[in-house]
């Protein structure tokens, strides 16, 4: 017997799965097929798990960061929060959510790759 969380049908993993193809469209330059992507979604709870993978690959991210720009990342995580409480039940205003917590996701990312480049290993910060 499978544990739920290894279900090939967990709504976790496919909402992470469907954030790192999202993202891994924008970075080739795909924004029709990544806008696609999430036109196709049309219920509120896909685009929620969507957005929880963001979050979890921002948050992970972030944390190795310098403790500035952690605190910067961690008060737009909020505010992204805020975003997503607000259009709880509106799949448009979840899809513009989304569209900002994967732009956050590539912000994330290209801070932890200019402080790496910066202060070298001393930018891993636990």
Same mark, same amino acid.
């Given at each position: 017997?499978?544990? %739920?969380?290894?279900? %090939?049908? +967990? %709504?976790?993993?496919?909402?992470?799965?469907?954030?790192?193809?999202?993202?891994? @469209? @924008?970075?080739?330059?795909?924004?029709?097929?990544?806008?696609? $992507?999430? *036109?196709?979604?049309?219920?509120?709870?896909?685009? &929620?798990? &969507?957005?929880?993978?963001?979050?979890?690959?921002?948050?992970?991210?972030?944390?190795? $960061? %310098?403790?500035?720009?952690?605190?910067? *990342? #961690?008060?737009?995580? &909020? $505010? @992204?929060?805020?975003?997503?409480?607000?259009?709880?039940?509106?799949? +448009?205003? @979840?899809?513009?959510?989304?569209? +900002?917590?994967?732009?956050?996701?590539?912000?994330?990312?290209?801070?932890?790759?200019?402080?790496?480049?910066? $202060?070298?290993?001393?930018?891993? &910060? #636990?």
């Amino acid at each position: 017997m499978t544990a %739920p969380s290894e279900s %090939p049908a +967990d %709504p976790a993993d496919l909402g992470a799965r469907r954030a790192t193809e999202y993202l891994a @469209l @924008l970075d080739a330059g795909r924004t029709d097929d990544a806008e696609a $992507l999430l *036109a196709g979604l049309t219920d509120a709870r896909e685009l &929620v798990f &969507v957005g929880a993978g963001f979050t979890a690959m921002a948050r992970r991210t972030g944390r190795t $960061l %310098p403790t500035a720009m952690r605190a910067q *990342a #961690s008060t737009r995580q &909020v $505010l @992204l929060g805020q975003l997503r409480d607000a259009s709880r039940r509106d799949p +448009d205003g @979840l899809r513009r959510w989304l569209r +900002d917590a994967g732009e956050e996701v590539r912000t994330v990312n290209r801070l932890v790759e200019a402080a790496r480049r910066r $202060l070298g290993d001393q930018a891993a &910060v #636990s």
